[in-house]
């Protein structure tokens, strides 16, 4: 196959050219419910009105001043996220994981600023952090990191779900932070345990660690609360999201608490784009949606919904191991690998995407209806009720 674009992706033959809700439609006018929604990034669906004014209203006064310049949108959009986070200030970047590199940075630095000579950042087996060279260093699968080497030091990896993993490392003096995500997407709709979750804030309270939270993925309302971690009694000192935030326009957020809030200073950290006036307006108004249009309870409601459903349907099928995950971020984990399972999907017109080869997910928009989330589980409970015939 020869291609000008680089073959990081594989060979891709459907295309869209336009979008509705969640109904992506291709050339031939073919209409797709759309469960997977770009990877968990378009919350409102696609063409929702209100992004589309938002683009239209920005785009007719001013795109991008740079960070030289003062940005109202992006003043608002850090005061918006730190009203519904609890902690103090952002810094916004292009993507999830430059949003991660500049947790990294910070939490380096914080072990600096303290006398720590090799600050060094515990993380966990199945994480994904993204694929900058930190990022992926930080990240759980040989596999991604293979060829990249070699890799910076200053991370110590510890078994998902198992805190005394990382009790274990209490004595290392070299330890600043840990950070995990609340529910592994692409480590395969791993949720990390309640117990787990808990333990880690106490460790970190006592070994005076930071706790920072990848929420890339599971942040803006995905998982039924705006961050998941408002599940529990806790905060995070450091808080990442992007994905749902641009509902389709690039914008990452690193945001930190009290604590470490003044640890990046002038000449220490920067992005030419990151909080740009389009981005910041659409972000907001992302919010300013998922919250009037109460996105959150849907979200909940619809969740609840499709999992009951598939557990009801599916949970003593032998080809199903497990059915997991927390609103509209579930996995269905097969007994087999089903690499063709997405293929048969698309014949059913319904677009998912598969996590570890064995775990069908499901990310639809935040948006989606009761008739739509019933169409959903009843094509995949049929897909995999015909496996193997
Ligand atoms: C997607 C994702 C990232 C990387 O985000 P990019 O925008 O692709 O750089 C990082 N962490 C988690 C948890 C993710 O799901």
């Known amino acids: 196959m020869s291609s000008s674009i680089m073959n990081t992706y594989g060979q891709r033959t459907l295309q869209f050219n336009q979008g509705e809700g969640v109904w992506l439609m291709d050339d031939a006018g073919r209409r797709y419910l759309d469960a997977i929604s770009g990877i968990g990034v378009n919350a409102l669906g696609h063409s929702h009105p209100n992004t589309t004014a938002a683009i239209n209203t920005q785009a007719g006064k001013l795109l991008h001043t740079s960070n030289l310049y003062n940005i109202t949108n992006q003043q608002a959009l850090a005061e918006k996220l730190t009203e519904i986070s609890g902690l103090t200030n952002c810094f916004f970047s292009n993507s999830g994981a430059e949003a991660n590199e500049a947790a990294i940075k910070l939490a380096r630095k914080h072990g600096a600023n303290n006398g720590i000579d090799s600050p060094t950042i515990i993380t966990f087996t ?3 952090h993204g694929r900058t060279i930190a990022t992926l260093t930080a990240t759980g699968n040989e596999k991604l990191k293979e060829g990249f080497g070699p890799f910076p030091e200053g991370f110590i990896q510890c078994q998902f779900n198992d805190l005394e993993s990382v009790k274990a490392l209490s004595s290392n003096t070299n330890v600043v932070a840990v950070m995990v995500e609340t529910i592994q997407g692409e480590g395969g709709v791993n949720p990390a345990s309640d117990e787990f979750l808990n333990g880690l804030r106490s460790l970190c309270d006592a070994n005076d ?4 939270l990848d929420e890339v993925q599971t942040g803006n309302g995905r998982t039924g609360h705006y961050f998941s971690y408002q599940a529990y009694d806790w905060k995070p000192d450091v808080l990442t999201t992007a994905k749902g935030l641009g509902n389709g326009l690039p914008i990452g957020a ?16 920067g992005s030419t784009y990151g909080g740009n006036p389009l981005v910041t307006a659409v972000a907001l108004n992302t919010i300013k949606t998922i919250l009037e249009d109460n996105l959150l309870e849907n979200v909940q409601h619809m969740g609840d919904r499709l999992s009951s459903q598939l557990n009801k349907a599916l949970k003593d099928n032998p080809k199903v191991a497990d059915i997991r995950g927390k609103g509209l971020m579930i996995g269905i ?13 698309l014949e059913k017109n319904l677009l998912i ?24 589980a009843a094509t995949i409970i049929d897909l995999i009720n015909g496996l193997g015939k």
Do not use: Y
């Not at 598969?354 to 069908?360: E, H």
């Open 209 to 212: 660690w930071l706790l920072m």
């Open 254 to 269: 690193c945001m930190a608490n009290e604590k470490v809030a003044d640890v990046l200073q002038p000449g220490s950290h």
């Open 126 to 128: 199945g994480a994904f």
């Open 353 to 376: 995407c598969l996590s570890k080869d064995k775990v069908i997910r499901f990310l639809p928009p935040l948006i989606i209806e009761e008739k739509e989330i019933d169409l959903l």
């Open 333 to 345: 984990e097969l007994t087999e690998p089903c690499a063709d399972f997405t293929r048969k999907a």
